[in-house]
């Protein structure tokens, strides 16, 4: 099993930016890709962006692409969501999870951490 714990999250104006980190621990070489992915009030869960567990390759909902950038520190296990430019729209609890190499879903879940934006 893979344990995720998120943190980073906050209150931040409009304009600002935050830093999410997601630190894996456990099997950790069981994992093929890392993704974010957030849920505001009221609406389903949705795709944030992903990268892979060796960091080759990224990929972003059409709502952050260009504002928003997901990187992995290898030697810590632990996967960063750099969010810039924030509105309100992006006000949500974020989660990360992990996908391993044998499956399709993601199988393990961080406790998610709030993000708020302010106008």
């Known amino acids: 099993q893979v344990q995720l714990v998120e943190s980073g999250g906050g209150l931040v104006q409009a304009g600002g930016s935050l830093r999410l980190s997601c630190a894996a621990s456990g099997r950790t070489s069981s994992i093929n890709d890392m993704g974010w992915f957030r849920q505001a009030p009221g609406k389903e869960r949705e795709f944030v962006a992903r990268i892979t567990w060796g960091g080759a390759r990224a990929y972003y909902a059409d709502s952050v692409k260009g504002r928003f950038t997901v990187s992995r520190d290898a030697a810590k296990n632990t996967v960063y969501l750099l969010m810039n430019t924030l509105n309100p729209e992006d006000t949500a609890v974020y989660y990360c999870?992990?996908?391993?190499?044998?499956?399709?879903?993601?199988?393990?879940w961080g406790q998610g951490t709030q993000v708020t934006v302010s106008s």
């Open positions: 999870a992990a996908r391993p190499i044998d499956s399709s879903d993601f199988g393990s």
